[in-house]
Structure formats: structure tokens, C-alpha cells
């Protein structure tokens, strides 16, 4: 009997790898469906954590929004508190402001009540004068008045009368003061302050003493001089002005406050002046300090001069004064010049004039 041949790929073979591989599918759907799962599980996990991240990313954003605000009040805070700063600093400077003004207020007040109380007393010493006093009396022979400073009453002898008095103001550098070495300072300073020099300011009480002093039915002129001489009431050169005139008195006042000391001294010039008037003055009063210090014209050299050259001019000078006519001389004497009390002495005794070398507190 012939042998059966064996097949290698039998029925029960392929039933077998059929089973195999049936297995093998089963056992990757089941490996595929864990690693589903698995996949499905992290991406949920990764969704939290996305979610998570999301939500401190909107809180971050929440606080980046408060800290701008923040920010932005600081910065609106730090102007403000220095615009604070000035404020309080400017109502300190107005409230010391206002205690001053109440401090000066409470002083003006209190001046005030003294001049009311002063006045008061004034009146009832005029309601006692005028009690005891029968009847008003002559009126004054004065058109205006002087007051002076001190409480002494001084016995001048000057002659203030006269129908033609002429007034000589020296108006040269060195009546500022009475010390050369003050008069070259004072040269070189402003003119307010030269205007206020102690013995400038007495040189102009001395005239307004003098023009208190005028008849009033008299004349007068009045010339200021240092090299040249000028009338001291602009556009009355040649001519007289009536003493019972106040304003005429006044404008010689005001423009003599004006006039700045400043130059040498020529009485030369001025004696020339007083002679060029017509009809010629009867009565002349010089204000000056010392000896001239040139003739007519300046010299052609500039120098130093001395007491003798000086006495020289001096005598120069006399010779253009109107004859017969009383020179009364106010001297305010300058240390320096010993020879000028002399020399203005005897001038006054020649004319029949007086001398006077007042006090430093007069008038």
C-alpha cells in the first residue's frame, strides 16, 4: 500500500495560525484600547494644567492692572505732595506777612492816638491863650516861619534889614563837610549822598533861616556860587523879587535842595554878580566856609594852593564889591584855612557888616 504523503499547511495547521493570530489582534485591540485610556487620562491632565495656567495668567493680569493704578496714583501723589509743601510754606510767609502788618497797624495806631492827644494839649493851650488875652494884637511882620532843631534862642546880630538884600549861598565841593579828607570821599560819591552831607544839609537851614528872617516890604535875590554864580530862581537874573512873595522864597529853597556842592570857589564871581544888579543891593548876607580857591576864570595849571595864595583871590575879590554896601558873613569855617575867620572878620568891620560863626547845631 502506497504511503500517504504528509502536507505540511494541513486544515488543523492553518486553524492553529488562525487562532495565533486571532490572539495576537486581541491582544493589540486590548494594549491599543489601555493606551487610549492612557492617552485620554494625560490629556485631561494637561487640560487641568493649561486650565490651571490659565487662570494665574488672568490673575496676573488682574494685579499687572492694580499695580499700573498703583503706580499712576504715585505719581500723581508725589506732585501733589510737593505742590502741598508750597502751599503750607506760602501760608506761613502770609500769616508772617499779616503779624507784621497788624504789628505796623498797632504802631500807626498808637502814633496816631499820641498826635490826637498832642493836638488836644495844643488846643487847650490855644483856648488858655487866647483867654487870657484882651485882643488879637498887631499880625506878623513874617511871610513864612523857621523852626529849628534845638531849644536854644540865639542872639545872631546880624542885619537882615535892608530894601535890597542879596543872598550869597557858596555851593563849591567843600561844603559837604568841614575835613578835607571827608570832602575828596564825599567828591567821588553819588550825588544823593552828597545831597545829604551833614554840613550841606545845615548850609541849606541856614538859608531858609535867613529867608525867614526878610522884611516882607523888602527885595531880595539870591545867587548860589562855586566858579560861576547863578540866580537860584531860574530866569530873575538881573532882576529883584519881592520878600513878601512865599513862592519866590519857596522856588529859592527847593532848587538850593537841588544843587549838588561840587567845584572850587570863586568870590570873585560872585561879588561881580552882586554888582551887575541895578539898582545895587543895600544889604548883602554871604554863607561860605573859606578863602576862594580861584579868580574869575580857572587857573591854566591845576595845583595845590595855599593859605596865602588864597588870601590873595580874596582880596582880588573884594575889589568887585559894590561900594558902601554891608557884607554880614555866616561862616561855616573848614579845618585847613586858619587865615578865613580873620580875613571875613575884618571884611564885615569894613563894610559895617557882622560875622558869625554859628554852632554846629545851628539854626
Do not use: H
Amino acid at each position: 500500500m502506497a504511503r500517504r504523503k504528509t502536507e505540511v499547511f494541513s486544515l488543523a495547521f492553518l486553524d492553529v495560525i488562525a487562532c495565533g493570530f486571532g490572539a495576537v489582534v486581541l491582544f493589540y485591540t486590548i494594549l491599543s484600547a489601555q493606551a487610549g485610556m492612557q492617552r485620554e487620562k494625560r490629556n485631561d491632565d494637561l487640560q487641568a494644567e493649561v486650565n490651571r495656567l490659565e487662570e494665574q495668567v488672568l490673575e496676573g493680569y488682574k494685579n499687572l492692572v492694580v499695580l499700573r493704578n498703583s503706580v499712576e496714583s504715585t505719581d500723581e501723589a508725589v506732585p501733589a505732595e510737593g505742590l502741598a509743601a508750597r502751599i503750607i510754606e506760602e501760608t506761613e510767609r502770609l500769616k508772617q506777612q499779616l503779624a507784621e502788618a497788624e504789628k505796623d497797624t498797632l504802631s500807626r495806631r498808637e502814633t496816631i492816638e499820641k498826635l490826637k492827644q498832642d493836638l488836644k494839649s495844643l488846643e487847650e493851650g490855644t483856648r488858655r491863650l487866647s483867654a487870657g488875652t484882651p485882643s488879637p494884637g498887631q499880625p506878623g511882620a513874617r511871610v513864612k516861619g523857621f523852626v529849628g532843631s534845638g531849644d536854644r534862642q540865639y542872639l545872631t546880630g546880624l542885619k537882615l534889614g535892608g530894601q535890597r538884600i542879596l543872598i550869597l549861598v557858596d555851593v563849591s565841593a567843600s561844603m559837604m563837610d568841614d575835613s578835607v579828607v571827608n570832602v575828596i570821599r564825599l567828591r567821588n560819591m553819588p550825588e544823593s549822598r552828597r545831597l545829604a552831607a551833614t554840613k550841606w544839609r545845615r548850609t541849606v537851614a541856614t538859608v531858609d533861616w535867613i529867608t525867614a528872617q526878610l522884611p516882607a516890604k523888602s527885595q531880595f535875590q539870591a545867587f548860589a556860587f562855586n566858579t560861576q554864580a547863578r540866580a537860584l530862581v531860574a530866569g530873575s537874573e538881573g532882576r529883584w523879587l519881592d520878600a513878601g512873595d512865599g513862592a519866590a522864597l519857596n522856588d529859592v529853597l527847593r532848587e538850593l535842595r537841588r544843587t549838588v556842592p561840587k567845584d572850587g570857589t570863586s568870590l570873585e564871581n560872585a561879588f561881580a554878580a552882586a554888582a551887575r544888579l541895578s539898582p545895587r543891593p543895600d544889604n548883602i548876607l554871604l554863607v561860605t566856609d573859606g578863602l576862594p580857591t580861584q579868580g574869575a576864570s580857572p587857573p591854566a595849571v591845576r595845583k595845590t594852593i595855599d593859605g596865602e595864595a588864597r588870601l590873595r583871590l580874596f582880596e582880588r575879590a573884594l575889589a568887585r564889591l559894590p561900594a558902601g554896601v554891608p557884607v554880614n558873613v555866616i561862616l561855616l569855617p573848614m579845618e585847613g584855612d586858619p587865615l578865613a575867620p580873620s580875613a571875613f572878620w575884618t571884611l564885615a568891620r569894613r563894610t559895617n557888616g557882622s560875622f558869625l560863626s554859628p554852632a554846629r547845631d545851628w539854626p
